[in-house]
């Protein structure tokens, strides 16, 4: 993995979080239930029914990241206006501030403070991570457990396993893709649903055909908030040419406040390039 691509794919992990309110109740366990029977378009329709909501959040956090060589902790901040600002800086265990990111509709920042050095590119770069990280729409509904993508149709089938509903790609799906001579790129996803709450649990994401891009995002520890549940811990595994896991926790969380979204690049600080 090339210097600035390894930057990106530890900035979208960090990123890739689910977001909490002050005025929360104490954590929810998902608990087994006798499930109903449903249709998938009425299963996605729940969760429709159940995404979260915001103007703004913030909040503090701790993050273990581990990688195929090493692993490490770091601290760090986040701030979202909806549909127009993620901002983040990641500091050191002592405080010290060694990463500062801001991504807009079009465009990532990046400024390492360690080598004095920063990045200006276009959203789409995160395609290197995965080609379904095209928006920062995309972006903000996992940090809140959301899913814009999904949408009604005879694209789902529902199992049941483990006390929890299952949405899986139907088999009418998967023999289109492979009948299909198109040349490009289909992103395929299973979701883990709770009985209780109607959220999302965790994500399976591949690329069809391409075994080598894989993201698992698994979301636990659910407050309520608002009369809506909100996870407040998040484990993300991302497997391709490298490996990289990363085990989330938060702190000092508020939303709907202003926000400040500073961002400014020193005079002495060299651009890197793709």
């Not at 902790?73 to 405080?95: A, E």
């Not at 990363?246 to 002495?268: G, H, L, R, V």
Request: glycine share 2%; net charge positive; hydrophobic share 40%.
């Amino acid at each position: 993995m090339n210097r600035k691509l390894h930057i990106l794919v530890i900035f979208s992990v960090i990123a890739i979080i689910p977001i909490i309110s002050t005025s929360c109740s104490s954590k929810k366990a998902m608990t087994k239930t006798s499930l109903r029977e449903f249709t998938a378009n009425r299963l996605i329709k729940e969760v429709e029914n159940n995404a979260f909501e915001f103007n703004t959040l913030q909040a503090k956090m701790n993050v273990k990241i581990e990688t195929n060589s090493k692993s490490f902790n770091v601290k760090g901040q986040l701030r979202m206006k909806k549909d127009s600002i993620i901002w983040t800086s990641i500091s050191l265990p002592l405080g010290l501030e060694i990463l500062r990111v801001k991504v807009s509709p079009d465009s990532v920042f990046f400024l390492n403070r360690n080598d004095k050095t920063y990045l200006c590119e276009n959203i789409n770069v995160f395609n290197d991570i995965s080609p379904m990280i095209t928006s920062i729409s995309f972006i903000q509904s996992v940090l809140v457990g959301n899913d814009i993508n999904l949408r009604e149709s005879d694209n789902y089938k529902v199992e049941i396993n483990n006390g929890q509903y299952i949405l899986l790609i139907s088999k009418k799906l998967r023999k289109s893709i492979k009948q299909s001579d198109e040349d490009w790129k289909i992103m395929l996803k299973d979701l883990w649903i709770d009985p209780t709450m109607f959220k999302i649990t965790k994500y399976y994401i591949k690329e069809y055909n391409d075994n080598t891009r894989k993201i698992e995002i698994q979301y636990s520890d659910f407050i309520e908030v608002n009369k809506k549940y909100i996870p407040t811990n998040i484990t993300i595994l991302i497997h391709g040419n490298d490996y990289l896991k990363a085990n989330i926790n938060y702190s000092n969380i508020s939303t709907d406040e202003n926000i400040d979204f500073f961002f400014n690049i020193p005079k002495k600080y060299d651009r890197i390039f793709k």
